[in-house]
């Protein structure tokens, strides 16, 4: 199974970006998919996760109407678009499949991808 995370960078405060994950195989298949952010010396933070069906979708108070999770399903990728972004969002973010449910915990994900770094400076 291999799961990636592309589409990090450097940007400005208030700039954009779009992650991409793309999947191996069938893994995404009837799971969620998610994202995860991580600083060093800080804990693993649950960003936003999307239902199989692209219906349901949840995120962290704290990117709530900056950032928005979608996933084409024929192409076996999960997007997050990043806007409005602040230096506070700079961490590596790796997108994690799932199960059946949305959650917000990292124990109901099964495979973890590589990350991607975000860094956001003036």
């Known amino acids: 199974v291999q799961l990636q995370a592309f589409g990090g960078g450097l940007v400005q405060p208030g700039g954009s970006l779009r992650l991409s994950c793309a999947a191996s195989?069938?893994?995404?298949?009837?799971?969620?998919v998610g994202w995860f952010r991580q600083t060093p010396g800080k804990e693993r933070e649950f960003v936003a996760a999307i239902s199989w069906s692209g219906g349901i979708t949840h995120y962290a108070d704290s990117v709530k109407g900056r950032f928005t999770i979608s996933r084409n399903n024929a192409k076996n990728t999960v997007y997050l678009q990043l806007n409005s972004l602040k230096p506070e969002d700079t961490a590596v973010y790796s997108c994690?499949?799932?199960?059946?449910?949305?959650?917000?915990?990292?124990?109901?994900?099964?495979?973890w991808g590589q990350g991607t770094q975000v860094t956001v400076s003036s």
């Open positions: 994690v499949v799932g199960r059946e449910h949305v959650t917000t915990s990292s124990t109901e994900y099964d495979y």
């Open positions: 195989g069938r893994i995404f298949s009837y799971r969620v």
